[in-house]
């Protein structure tokens, strides 16, 4: 049984930082692509990063400069490290783990950013 479990949510002040973990079971990290998503109140669910099993990274716009995805593959286990955050980023955020048609997802984590 695969499972995505997401963990490192919470309330954080405008600028400050948080660090999200996605820690997988069922299968391995390395052979699949492994993405961050996240669903505002009202919104689409958007990609926020993905890093394919050859360790290449896409960042969206929104968060470029801001955002960085990465996996250690021997805890089998993706982070998202968010700094300079913004009212905006506030949203539920979602790990997602893809291989060819197959698509795997985490229940999510909140972020809020507010002061």
């Known amino acids: 049984q695969v499972q995505l479990v997401e963990s490192g949510g919470g309330l954080v002040q405008p600028g400050g930082s948080l660090r999200l973990s996605c820690g997988a079971s069922?299968?391995?990290?390395?052979?699949?692509?492994m993405g961050w998503y996240r669903q505002a109140p009202g919104k689409q669910r958007e990609l926020v990063a993905r890093?394919?099993?050859?360790?290449?990274?896409n960042t969206a716009d929104s968060v470029k400069g801001r955002f960085t995805i990465s996996r250690d593959n021997a805890k089998n286990t993706v982070y998202l490290q968010m700094n300079s955050l913004k009212p905006e980023d506030t949203a539920v955020y979602y790990c997602n783990a893809a291989r060819g048609s197959i698509v795997y997802w985490g229940q999510g984590t909140q972020v809020t950013v507010s002061s």
């Open positions: 890093i394919t099993g050859g360790g290449t990274t």
């Open positions: 069922g299968i391995m990290i390395s052979r699949h692509t």
